[in-house]
């Protein structure tokens, strides 16, 4: 069945850096467009990053541009997320996302920036 499994969330301080990856497995990932997605407590889920199926187009909400960089691998059918210089607003559920032929979510992994 498919699967998107998300890891490499956990606590940060500020200006400090994690990576988030999300393995997929069940359906053609190279035909898929890849997204990152996050949800802060109280606040509706946001589009932070895209990365088209080929991996040659990408986009970033504004909030994120600069300091996030979205990559992937599909010979090892996996989406990256390489946070950088993270701040307290940047805490929040980060969703990967599949996006093509069907639209696929995976159960979310929890970042937090705190000092």
């Known amino acids: 069945q498919v699967q998107l499994v998300e890891s490499g969330g956990g606590l940060v301080q500020p200006g400090g850096s994690l990576r988030l990856s999300c393995a997929a497995s069940?359906?053609?990932?190279?035909?898929?467009?890849m997204s990152w997605y996050r949800q802060a407590p109280g606040k509706e889920r946001e589009l932070a990053a895209a990365?088209?199926?080929?991996?040659?187009?990408?986009t970033y909400a504004g909030s994120v541009k600069g300091r996030f960089t979205i990559s992937r691998d599909n010979a090892r059918n996996t989406v990256y997320l390489q946070m950088n210089s993270l701040k307290p607003e940047d805490t929040a559920v980060y969703y990967c996302?599949?996006?093509?032929?069907?639209?696929?979510w995976g159960q979310g992994t929890q970042v937090t920036v705190s000092s």
């Open positions: 996302n599949a996006w093509g032929p069907k639209e696929y």
């Open positions: 069940g359906f053609t990932f190279s035909q898929y467009g």
């Open positions: 990365i088209t199926s080929a991996g040659g187009g990408t």
